[in-house]
Each structure stands twice: as C-alpha cells, then as structure tokens.
C-alpha cells in the first residue's frame, strides 16, 4: 500500500491521460493514411494502382471507365496513391467511419477519356 502512495498521489494532482470522447476527440494527424478517394474526372483507367496495391483491393474496367475500391479489404498502405501518375488518387489524412454492411466504392468515369488517356500515352 505505502509503496503505491507516491504514484496514486502523482496521478491524483497530474493531467488527464485520457479524452472526454466525443466530447473532445483526437484531430487527425497530418500524414495520417485514410480514406482513398479518386478524382474520376482525371484518371486514366491505366490499371497501375491496381496492380500495385498489395491487398488486391483496387479493380479497373478500362472498357467500362470504372473504378472500384474495397474499403474492407484496403491496408491503407498509399502504395496506389504514389503509383498514380494522372495524380487523380489521393489519401485522406481522417479514418473512415466503422460501417455494419460492407460496400464497395464503384466510380465511373468518362469512357472518352480513358480511350484518349491510352491514346497519348503509347
Ligand atoms: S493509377 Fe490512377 S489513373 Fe491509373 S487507374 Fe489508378 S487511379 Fe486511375
Ligand atoms: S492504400 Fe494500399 S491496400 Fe489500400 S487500395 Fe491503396 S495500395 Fe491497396
């Protein structure tokens, strides 16, 4: 008991070590890794981030002009991100919000552009 009296004494008068959550909650770090997000507009269907991401977690249809990302499966590793040279894929620094049903994030895109995207880029 007296060798705890120093450390219950210390607690007793230090700063709080937890948060009031959600009263106060935790800004998200700077270079946090969330959510991916893809501006459709500029990607080009080349297929990269799917290639690349380790967890298989990225689909493209290039002939459809669509995109697909499973949140469920992804290890929010950025890899994609990096590999994308239209700079269309970008990372959230905030998690995502816990969800009960799983659902894939399916973008389309403009098929006119994928076609002159592979275009310029033989
Ligand atoms: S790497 Fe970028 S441009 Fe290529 S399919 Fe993925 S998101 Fe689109
Ligand atoms: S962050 Fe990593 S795991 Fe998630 S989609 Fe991109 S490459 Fe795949």
Redesign the pocket.
Known sequence: MFTMTPVLVRNFFSKRATRRYPKVSRHPFEKGRGAIG?DIA?????????AKCPSRC?A?DKKKAA?QWDPFACVYCGV?VD????G??GQDNSYRRPAVVRELILLKGSQDHGKEASHHSQ
């Open positions: 893809n500029r990607c080009t269907f080349c297929g990269i981030c799917a990225i493209v995109w994609c590999s994308c040279k239209s269309s894929l």
